[in-house]
């Protein structure tokens, strides 16, 4: 049976075309990531969001942006009661370029 993720936060986030773009004008992918992280941070503290990133999690990378493009970041839980264990990156569309899942391999061993 599927469950219905639950949004828990959207923080906005617009890239410097000038440090988080390369030459050919692709968004750099450890930016997604840092971007995640700063979501985090901003929704659980510098703490918290530190510890869940010491965490296993896997990345998924689906896209890009263009340069002037607004980031979305979605922070969702399974059940929308326990803590975020997803983040997706993508435009204001709705479109996703990233996700990141954390806690993926914790419960099998890994």
Known sequence: MS???????????????????????????????????????????????????ERPHVVLFTGNIDQGETLCIRLSSVLGTEPANLCTAGRMDGSVTASVLFGHGEDDGG
């Open 3 to 53: 469950q219905a993720l639950h949004c828990r936060n959207e923080p906005l986030f617009q890239p410097c075309p000038l440090e988080e773009f390369h030459g050919a004008g692709l968004f750099y992918f450890a930016e997604f990531l840092a971007a995640a992280v700063r979501a985090f941070w901003q929704w659980e503290g510098a703490e918290t969001a530190a510890l869940r990133f």
